[in-house]
């Protein structure tokens, strides 16, 4: 890194937009250079000069994140302190390390940080005003400080950044590694979060991704004791001002279910839920791109030809400098990351003062059982927020081979949430109850068959059955009441075909779908064991049945 020594594009620009207290509350000191909330035309000049990306077809910078394409997520770390021993989900999501073990990771950090050079942008999390977080991001790459920039809220107003002083600071430092022997990690990547130190490091990591999710999850812990539901979703709202969330983990469609033309879109990951309305967390989206259509998802797809996008891992041709989507010889998970306005009809406040109407919770179904969309009443909206079912896809994680894993991920999203499920649970359910919220169970999966065997459901069809049930239409046809799960499924639907409602019907062999779907109803049983205590029983009941109790 010797080349970084001499003068660079954004010298004279350094600190220009500069805190007054620069790094010394964090304990980052004798730095050769820091560049200070750098512009996104800086950070290219930046980029390109460092051989960071590469400048492809219509303007995006596209970057490679090396081992790490998807989060690291059996290297994340919570410091067990005295103060949040009893309110914190200990466990695998969130594994305790000692502030012993912290505070030498930090002081190794001080000392690689030393006569080296770093990018700081000063950013915010949270739309609303209310309960909005100064956050300080340091990176040692340009690239991730114009990600950080995409992600995150920022400010034009010189003297607010020159006021800066940050609630929390993210230190990601993909140099450092982390030694499994002396800091008691599992590998030499570590994701480490001090709520009482205010800091998250992220070591040995190059992925995009570690930076935005380590932000959420500090959120969904702060601000619970705000009386906020920190949540794991999109949400968009329609001219009437009827907001709709979505749940889901990676790869079920949340963000390209939340950009509809015809609603604005509010956020496409994290919101919170306060007394007063929803709000974005973040002020841009990062998207899976992978075989992304441009017929389907139009909106999206537009922002991977935009200067300021950010592609990982993302296939294209060093002639042409055009990219190729459906190239995934790098990972599944590739990944646009890119301002939130620049996808149209957007909120442009990031939040509205009015409650959900209605609550998607989205599935993939690799089993290919699931019907396409069902209705919940508030017991079984509960049972499936605390179930969180479907299928982690290809990428979204280290260590995931091409075939879809069948998974529960409490409250649709369980490595971000800090704190016990049953802490959200109960703040969702009070907020369904009070603004009387309609929730749906949507399968964005497979059909037919199961993975390598059915298809995937046509997002054509997903769309329409979602309009339908956001402009009411579903509340003038029939329902039947589910075998196994009790939830009440539409017979037909406007722009449907019936038998797309009925999934046993698109199977060649229905003996074969009843054992699985029965198979599934079981792993939905098991699972809920692991919750079974602490919950209320109408909440248990709300479950689905086995065959052979019917």
Same mark, same amino acid.
Not at 387 to 410: D, H, N, V
């Given at each position: 890194?010797?080349?970084?020594? $001499?003068?660079?594009? /954004?010298?004279?620009?350094?600190?220009?937009?500069?805190?007054?207290?620069?790094?010394? %509350?964090?304990?980052?000191?004798?730095?050769?250079?820091?560049?200070?909330?750098?512009?996104?035309?800086?950070?290219?000049?930046?980029?390109?000069?460092?051989?960071?990306?590469?400048?492809?077809?219509?303007?995006?910078?596209?970057?490679?994140?090396?081992?790490?394409?998807?989060?690291?997520?059996?290297?994340?770390?919570?410091?067990?302190?005295?103060?949040?021993?009893?309110?914190?989900?200990?466990?695998?999501?969130?594994?305790?390390?000692?502030?012993?073990?912290?505070?030498?990771?930090?002081?190794?950090?001080?000392?690689?940080?030393?006569?080296?050079?770093?990018?700081?942008?000063?950013?915010?999390?949270?739309?609303?005003?209310?309960?909005?977080?100064?956050?300080?991001?340091?990176?040692?790459?340009?690239?991730?400080?114009?990600?950080?920039?995409? &992600? &995150?809220?920022?400010?034009?107003?010189?003297?607010?950044?020159?006021?800066?002083?940050?609630?929390?600071?993210?230190?990601?430092?993909?140099?450092?590694?982390?030694?499994?022997?002396?800091?008691?990690?599992?590998?030499?990547?570590?994701?480490?979060?001090?709520?009482?130190? =205010?800091?998250?490091?992220?070591?040995?990591? *190059?992925?995009?991704?570690?930076?935005?999710?380590?932000?959420?999850?500090?959120?969904?812990?702060?601000?619970?004791?705000?009386?906020?539901?920190?949540?794991?979703?999109?949400?968009?709202?329609?001219?009437?001002?009827?907001?709709?969330?979505?749940?889901?983990?990676?790869?079920?469609?949340?963000?390209?279910?939340?950009?509809?033309?015809?609603?604005?879109?509010?956020?496409?990951?994290?919101?919170?839920?306060?007394?007063?309305?929803?709000?974005?967390?973040?002020?841009?989206?990062?998207?899976?791109?992978?075989?992304?259509?441009?017929?389907?998802?139009?909106?999206?797809?537009?922002?991977?030809?935009?200067?300021?996008?950010?592609?990982? %891992?993302?296939?294209?041709?060093?002639?042409?400098?055009?990219?190729?989507?459906?190239?995934?010889?790098?990972?599944?998970?590739?990944?646009?990351?890119?301002?939130?306005?620049?996808?149209?009809?957007?909120?442009?406040?990031?939040?509205?003062?009015?409650?959900?109407?209605?609550?998607? $919770?989205?599935?993939?179904?690799?089993?290919?059982?699931?019907?396409?969309?069902?209705?919940?009443?508030?017991?079984?909206?509960?049972?499936?927020?605390?179930?969180?079912?479907?299928?982690?896809?290809?990428?979204?994680?280290?260590?995931?081979?091409?075939?879809?894993?069948?998974?529960?991920? /409490?409250?649709?999203? /369980?490595?971000? &949430?800090?704190?016990?499920?049953?802490?959200?649970?109960?703040?969702?359910?009070? =907020?369904?109850?009070?603004? %009387?919220?309609?929730?749906? *169970?949507?399968?964005?999966?497979?059909?037919?068959?199961?993975?390598?065997?059915?298809?995937?459901?046509?997002? =054509?069809?997903?769309?329409?059955?979602?309009?339908?049930?956001?402009?009411?239409?579903?509340?003038?046809?029939?329902?039947?009441?589910?075998?196994?799960?009790?939830?009440?499924?539409?017979?037909?639907?406007?722009?449907?075909?019936?038998?797309?409602?009925?999934?046993?019907?698109?199977?060649?062999?229905?003996?074969?779908?009843?054992?699985?779907?029965?198979?599934?109803?079981?792993?939905?049983?098991?699972?809920?064991?692991?919750?079974?205590?602490?919950?209320?029983?109408?909440?248990?009941?709300?479950?689905?049945?086995?065959?052979?109790?019917?």
């Amino acid at each position: 890194m010797k080349y970084l020594k $001499f003068k660079t594009p /954004a010298t004279e620009e350094a600190m220009e937009l500069a805190s007054d207290f620069r790094l010394k %509350n964090q304990g980052i000191t004798d730095l050769h250079r820091v560049y200070w909330n750098l512009s996104e035309s800086s950070l290219y000049e930046e980029m390109i000069f460092r051989n960071e990306g590469k400048i492809v077809n219509g303007g995006p910078i596209l970057v490679k994140t090396g081992k790490h394409t998807a989060r690291a997520a059996t290297d994340k770390f919570v410091v067990r302190e005295e103060t949040n021993e009893d309110k914190i989900w200990w466990g695998e999501h969130n594994r305790p390390i000692s502030p012993e073990k912290f505070n030498g990771i930090f002081a190794r950090v001080q000392a690689y940080c030393q006569d080296e050079e770093l990018f700081v942008q000063d950013v915010f999390a949270g739309a609303d005003p209310e309960y909005q977080m100064p956050v300080r991001i340091i990176t040692e790459h340009a690239w991730q400080s114009l990600f950080a920039r995409n &992600m &995150m809220l920022t400010t034009p107003d010189r003297e607010k950044l020159k006021n800066f002083i940050p609630e929390f600071t993210i230190i990601t430092v993909p140099g450092f590694k982390v030694d499994p022997k002396i800091d008691g990690t599992r590998s030499t990547t570590g994701i480490v979060l001090s709520f009482a130190d =205010r800091m998250v490091i992220i070591s040995n990591s *190059l992925y995009g991704g570690e930076i935005k999710k380590s932000v959420f999850t500090v959120l969904n812990y702060l601000l619970t004791f705000r009386d906020v539901l920190p949540m794991h979703c999109s949400a968009n709202v329609n001219d009437k001002g009827e907001v709709a969330l979505f749940f889901g983990l990676s790869g079920t469609g949340k963000t390209t279910l939340s950009a509809d033309p015809s609603r604005r879109l509010i956020g496409d990951d994290e919101h919170g839920w306060s007394s007063e309305g929803v709000f974005n967390f973040e002020g841009g989206c990062y998207a899976k791109v992978i075989r992304l259509s441009e017929e389907h998802e139009p909106q999206i797809y537009a922002t991977t030809k935009k200067f300021g996008t950010i592609l990982e %891992n993302v296939v294209h041709d060093p002639v042409t400098r055009k990219i190729d989507l459906d190239d995934d010889i790098l990972t599944e998970n590739t990944r646009a990351s890119y301002p939130v306005d620049f996808i149209p009809n957007i909120v442009s406040e990031g939040y509205v003062q009015s409650h959900p109407n209605d609550i998607i $919770f989205l599935t993939c179904d690799a089993s290919g059982v699931m019907p396409p969309i069902a209705k919940l009443d508030p017991e079984q909206a509960q049972y499936h927020f605390i179930s969180g079912y479907t299928s982690k896809i290809a990428g979204t994680e280290i260590g995931l081979g091409i075939e879809p894993q069948i998974t529960f991920s /409490a409250c649709f999203g /369980a490595p971000f &949430m800090v704190r016990h499920p049953f802490e959200y649970a109960a703040m969702l359910k009070q =907020r369904m109850l009070k603004h %009387n919220a309609q929730c749906w *169970l949507v399968n964005t999966g497979w059909v037919g068959g199961g993975f390598g065997i059915g298809k995937r459901i046509s997002i =054509r069809h997903t769309r329409n059955l979602l309009n339908a049930a956001l402009e009411g239409k579903l509340d003038k046809v029939e329902f039947r009441k589910d075998k196994l799960f009790g939830f009440k499924v539409p017979l037909s639907c406007p722009d449907v075909p019936e038998n797309v409602l009925e999934p046993a019907t698109s199977w060649g062999n229905k003996n074969e779908y009843w054992k699985k779907y029965d198979a599934l109803a079981a792993r939905f049983i098991e699972n809920f064991k692991l919750f079974e205590k602490g919950s209320l029983q109408e909440v248990k009941d709300a479950g689905p049945c086995r065959l052979s109790d019917i």
